[in-house]
Nanobody
Framework: QVQLVESGGGLVQTGGSLRLSCAAS?????????IGWFRQAPGKEREGVSF????????YYTDSVKGRFSISRGNAKNTVYLQMNSLKPEDTAVYYC??????????????????WGQGTQVTVSS
């Protein structure tokens, strides 16, 4: 059973930085998977933010965060980080860590992932 546990959300001023972490368990060492982040702001649909493939570390970003956010995997390989810089009020949302096996994922930014974390709130004040 795949489990995802997020941490690192909080309140920050415009222009500030936060780093989100997601610890994944349940994937076997040789599994290839896609892991990353969706976000949902009040009154808006969920949006794919950034993803990374375990097989080759290819990364994907939605246009609105390119150049500001960076996704990476930890040395233990079962942790993924989202470094968020130059934060804007429009980045305010609940951020969810999501994952699935690479074989079933089409476009990482829009795929309906099977595995979700509990979510962590990110609030950017103006």
């Amino acid at each position: 059973q795949v489990q995802l546990v997020e941490s690192g959300g909080g309140l920050v001023q415009t222009g500030g930085s936060l780093r989100l972490s997601c610890a994944a368990s349940g994937f076997f060492r040789l599994d290839h998977y896609v892991i990353g982040w969706f976000r949902q702001a009040p009154g808006k649909e969920r949006e794919g933010v950034s993803f990374i493939k375990s097989r080759n570390n290819n990364t994907y970003y939605t246009d609105s965060v390119k150049g500001r956010f960076s996704i990476s995997r930890g040395n233990a390989k079962n942790t993924v980080y989202l470094q968020m810089n130059s934060l804007k009020p429009e980045d305010t949302a609940v951020y969810y860590c999501v994952a699935d096996y690479e074989a079933v994922v089409g476009d990482p930014l829009i795929y309906p992932y099977d595995y979700w974390g509990q979510g962590t709130q990110v609030t950017v004040s103006s």
